[in-house]
Structure formats: structure tokens, C-alpha cells
């Protein structure tokens, strides 16, 4: 589930769901996880979920680590084709 502080955009419930486990996924480092966030996104996508992606792109694209700016700019480019 998200922190308090953050606040999601609005969507369908599917949407939110597979949201929510990718914030999941991101939270916890192992490698394992990130791979399973990449795949979520790909989830997004067929849902439709642009707000999500675009969120997704908003909240990671400056993050320090490498991988969640990898996971930022994939979310983009998802978001780029709906």
C-alpha cells in the first residue's frame, strides 16, 4: 500500500491495484522484485492505465537509483504509446 504522503492520481480500481504492487515491488530491493515491477508496468499498458504510467514517470524519474530511473523511463515510454 502507499505511504500517507503519497497521493495517486485517479483511476479504475484494476488500474490502482497493479499500482499499488508496483509501488510494492519498488519498495523491496532485491533484484527480483524490479524485475517483477517491469513487468507490472507491462500490465499498465494492456489495462490502459496512462495516468498510473504517467505518475509512475513523475514520481521515479529523478530517483538516485539507476534502476528505478530505468523503471521511470520505461513507464514513459508506455505511457508515450496509448
Same mark, same amino acid.
Given at each position: 500500500m502507499p505511504n500517507e504522503e503519497e497521493v495517486l492520481p485517479k483511476m479504475s480500481e484494476?488500474? $490502482?491495484h497493479v499500482l499499488d504492487s508496483? !509501488?510494492?515491488a519498488l519498495k523491496n530491493p532485491l533484484p527480483y522484485n524490479q524485475s517483477k515491477a517491469r513487468?507490472?508496468?507491462?500490465d499498465l499498458y494492456k489495462k490502459k492505465c496512462k495516468e498510473a504510467l504517467a505518475w509512475i514517470h513523475e514520481?521515479? $524519474?529523478s530517483h538516485p537509483s539507476i534502476l528505478?530511473?530505468? !523503471?521511470?523511463?520505461?513507464?514513459?515510454?508506455l505511457h508515450s504509446r496509448l
Open positions: 484494476d488500474c $490502482a508496483v !509501488i510494492s513487468l507490472l508496468l507491462d514520481k521515479y $524519474a528505478m530511473q530505468k !523503471i521511470a523511463r520505461r513507464a514513459l515510454e
